[in-house]
């Protein structure tokens, strides 16, 4: 197989989608944290943690989670927000970018701040070795409760990256919002998980779901959301991301669940909406800081020519 054949196999079973799911997670973090969104050290570090961070996150899952992905009927060439079935041949392959990605995300904790970098390599190997613990040994995934534990941990350390990016330290102040936030991922993997309640039935893996049922799985996705609702009351992100998921969730149980199909992808729109608004105005900022910087170095400019 050549590079570029490896390297297109990597990007499918990332799953292009869900290269923003770790930039958000760390943005979110480094917005809270007051961070100045013009340092260049910030867009290397986005850059790294989107296929980067998927392959690891995503990549992963696919390869260990061939068994009932074959009994995924979700599963297809054509899905934009479920993927495709990652074929054996590939595994290792994925597994080795995997490897590589893991180094590279570890590394880039030389882009912290100095005061913080300890603490962001600390924080970014533990989200590092959630992604892989979730799919790969010990398989949190197949761990009931376990589950979306891992995976609302996974986003709450991202976000913590993120927030001690910005210089500022997880042990002087702790960013409860990034804990909100986590709370939100982990009552979605409950919905992902009730979606996936037939194939993983049908391969034998013990998720909260199949253990739990699928009512009850999303029941309890849903008083998480209401939960992260009553507490943030709308005062930032979560606290909207978390009363679309309230609806959501509700109407994916609506005729017993017959319309969860819809639930997952309606969750992704409505947070990429969502990112839209909460980013536009700081998008805004940054068009008018480089507009002012071209402004200056044209002035330098005449006035040097003349």
């Known amino acids: 197989m050549s590079i570029w054949e490896t390297f297109v196999k990597v990007v499918v079973a990332t799953r292009r989608i869900m290269w923003l799911y770790a930039p958000f997670n760390f943005l979110f973090g480094y917005v809270e944290g007051k961070g100045d969104l013009v340092q260049p050290e910030l867009w290397i570090q986005l850059l790294i943690l989107t296929c980067p961070f998927s392959t690891i996150a995503i990549g992963v899952n696919s390869v260990y989670d061939y068994d009932t992905d074959v009994h995924n009927h979700r599963k297809s060439p054509d899905s934009v927000f479920h993927g495709k079935v990652l074929e054996p041949r590939f595994h290792g392959r994925v597994l080795s ?5 893991t180094v590279a995300v570890i590394s880039s904790s030389l882009l912290a701040p100095l005061s913080t970098r300890r603490e962001y390599a600390v924080v970014a190997t533990l989200a590092i070795s959630l992604g892989w613990f ?7 995934k197949a761990l009931p409760i376990l589950d979306c534990v891992c995976v609302g941990a ?8 993120g927030f001690t990016f910005t210089g500022r330290s997880l042990l002087e102040e702790f960013p ?3 804990g909100l936030l986590g709370l939100c991922i982990a009552g979605v993997q409950l919905v992902t998980g009730a979606d996936d309640y037939e194939p993983d039935l049908a391969a034998g893996l013990k998720t909260t779901a199949t253990v739990c049922g ?4 999303l029941s309890v996705g849903l008083l998480i959301h209401l939960f992260v609702c009553l507490v943030d009351q709308g005062s930032t992100f979560c ?5 679309g998921g309230v609806v959501i969730i509700a109407f994916g149980m609506c005729q017993n669940g017959k319309r969860l199909g819809l639930a997952y992808p309606l969750i992704l729109i409505w947070g990429a909406f969502l990112t839209t608004v909460y980013f536009f105005p700081r998008a805004l900022q940054l068009l008018y800081h480089f507009s002012s910087l071209r402004s200056v170095g ?9």
């Open 154 to 161: 996974v986003c709450f350390l991202l976000s913590c990256a």
């Open 298 to 306: 044209k002035e330098s400019a005449d006035t040097f020519s003349t």
């Open 239 to 243: 606290g909207w991301y978390a009363l």
């Open 214 to 217: 699928k009512m009850c799985t």
């Open 97 to 101: 970018a995997a490897c590589i990605a």
């Open 134 to 140: 979730y799919s790969a040994g010990p398989r949190f």
């Open 176 to 178: 409860y919002h990034c």
